[in-house]
């Protein structure tokens, strides 16, 4: 399958305050990401996983051009354009009708958007003149859906999507999700568990202190690492990086980027 | 996907918010009660101020335009960027093809109508009551400089306002920056003035005195307040504070652009 995406040695730090030096406005690199190398393929569902922290949100806003960043292979305003977004549990809120919200987000593409359209396929259509403090949170989702679905993009990132939903309202959004990969829509997707993206995602890019430890099918994945089908995060983490699962404890490192490992926990 | 669309969506759901119903009431009690108590012919002013034609109604019932409509200009705006951030709604704005710097001038545009609207119709029944009361109305020119001056009052502080709402974190510091801007121009700006005036060695126990208007003067064109009087006392033939014309088009000029782009700045390196 073509390529539609590619990220080659992509690496952005947060900038973070630093109460070291006598100047109150000096700032040094906090965490972020670390050479990162992805390939979008069209049509495929990728799932970025990896425990808090990892940089999943970093990289997708890095993906979407919410920092300006090198080392894609296109421009970001071709990014802003094609690449529809959806933020991890955006609380849409105000007095203002869904439709007004969604036409006021309309209004920053350069294309024509059918609002109406847009609210039928994600299930808003009949709560289209509600006021969006009394959407829940399924449907705060769905309005981050449906923004993220505007302008038919190319590539569809979305951060964590399925964090708030029942397991109905997750099912439908994953069938969603298959019917717009089979239309040759390609989809980045995050999330913490490997359990949320097992029957999804096509590949999958194990994320751990800014770096991606490992990428591929999941079954190549749990293969090279010698790890058995139910096998979730924590195993797949401690074998790239050769902790054991009772050693795992919540200290945070002070340093924000741990050195690349080799599977089995070597330094690169 | 222009600035002007945006605006008109943005100002549409600024008018309707819950908050319009406090500002409305406030605007129109200042506003349209001090026509009417101003345009009186018994009334007696203090400070020996003379109200004997109806731009000088106008310009006398500014002090309280100057306390209402900036601090509903406050009001609006505080949240302008801040509410966006917090919920995460500005990550899916800002991840739109339009330019950053399109949709910084939107929501000006959109936030600065939403005040100066009410603030442009009350002071058209204004003008009314003072005609009822008076007899008289100000002239065009009168009116046009009243109505610039006060969009450009409004626009001055819904751009601050929007400037210290992306600055602030959290809805609290955005509260406090703007209202402390708001205090610092309305409230304390006298403090400033007389503390520069001393430091200069002009005397502070006159406030009358040619050399204390003439500093106090030069001080207001530092201050949004202070360029809106500037502006509105140019048709007036009795008051003359010795600022030439020249200057103070130019501090409405800077005070016009300086916060816009520093506002548009801002919005074109800011992270959600």
């Not at chain 1, 105000?94 to 919200?101: D, Y």
């Not at chain 1, 289209?128 to 505007?150: I, P, V």
């Not at chain 2, 009690?29 to 012919?41: E, R, V």
Request: glycine share 8%.
């Amino acid at each position: 399958m073509e390529p539609i995406l590619n990220l080659r040695n992509v690496t952005w730090r947060h900038k973070i305050r630093d109460y070291s030096s006598w100047k109150p406005w000096a700032k040094r690199d906090g965490a972020g990401i670390y050479q990162i190398d992805l390939e979008v393929k069209s049509g495929t569902i990728l799932g970025i996983v990896g425990p808090n922290g990892a940089g999943k949100t970093t990289l997708i806003r890095v993906i979407c051009g919410l920092y300006d960043c090198d080392g894609f292979d296109k421009p970001e305003s071709y990014r802003r354009k094609f690449i529809g977004y959806m933020p991890e549990q955006v609380r849409w809120e105000g007095r203002t009708s869904v439709r007004n919200a969604l036409s006021t987000i309309a209004e920053m593409r350069a294309s024509f958007i059918d609002v109406d359209k847009l609210l039928e396929t994600v299930g808003l259509y009949s709560r289209s003149e509600d006021m969006m403090d009394n959407l829940s949170q399924g449907m705060r989702q769905r309005m981050s859906l449906a923004c993220a679905l505007m302008g038919n993009p190319e590539v569809i990132v979305m951060d964590e999507p399925l964090n708030g939903l029942d397991p109905l309202a997750q099912r439908a959004f994953t069938n969603l999700m298959k019917q717009l990969a089979k239309k040759g829509v390609s989809i980045i997707i995050s999330s913490h568990a490997v359990s949320d993206l097992e029957t999804l995602a096509d590949r999958i890019a194990l994320m751990h202190h800014g770096q991606i430890l490992i990428e591929g099918t999941l079954s190549d994945i749990r293969e090279k690492l010698d790890l058995e089908d139910d096998s979730d995060i924590v195993e797949m983490i401690c074998a790239v990086t050769g902790i054991e699962p009772d050693d795992i404890t919540l200290e945070v490192s002070q340093e924000s980027l741990l050195p690349l490992r080799k599977i089995g926990g070597e330094e690169e | 996907m222009s600035s002007t669309n945006l605006g008109l969506l943005i100002f549409r759901e600024r008018i309707s918010a819950a908050r319009m119903m406090v500002i409305w009431p406030l605007l129109a009690i200042f506003i349209l009660l001090s026509s009417w108590g101003l345009s009186d012919p018994k009334a007696s002013l203090p400070a020996e101020i003379v109200v004997d034609s109806a731009y000088d109604v106008m310009f006398t019932s500014t002090a309280f335009i100057i306390f209402s409509a900036t601090l509903g200009a406050v009001l609006i705006s505080f949240d302008g960027i801040s509410r966006d951030r917090i919920s995460g709604v500005l990550e899916v704005k800002l991840s739109q093809p339009m330019k950053r710097s399109t949709y910084a001038k939107s929501l000006i545009l959109g936030h600065w109508g939403a005040i100066f609207v009410p603030v442009c119709i009350l002071n058209i029944i204004s003008i009314f009551v003072i005609w009822y009361r008076m007899g008289e109305l100000p002239s065009i020119e009168e009116l046009f400089i009243h109505t610039l001056g006060t969009a450009l009052l409004l626009l001055w502080y819904t751009t601050i306002q929007l400037l210290s709402s992306s600055l602030a974190r959290d809805m609290g510091s955005s509260i406090a920056i703007g209202i402390g801007a708001w205090m610092l121009f309305t409230l304390l700006w006298l403090i400033v003035t007389t503390v520069v005036a001393g430091l200069s060695g002009v005397g502070v126990e006159n406030l009358n005195s040619p050399e204390y208007i003439r500093i106090e003067g030069i001080i207001d064109l530092f201050s949004p307040n202070g360029v809106y009087h500037h502006l509105l006392e140019m048709p007036l033939d009795d008051i003359d504070r010795g600022i030439s014309p020249l200057y103070i088009s130019t501090a409405a000029i800077a005070w016009s652009i300086i916060p816009i782009q520093l506002f548009i700045k801002r919005i074109e390196r800011l992270k959600p």
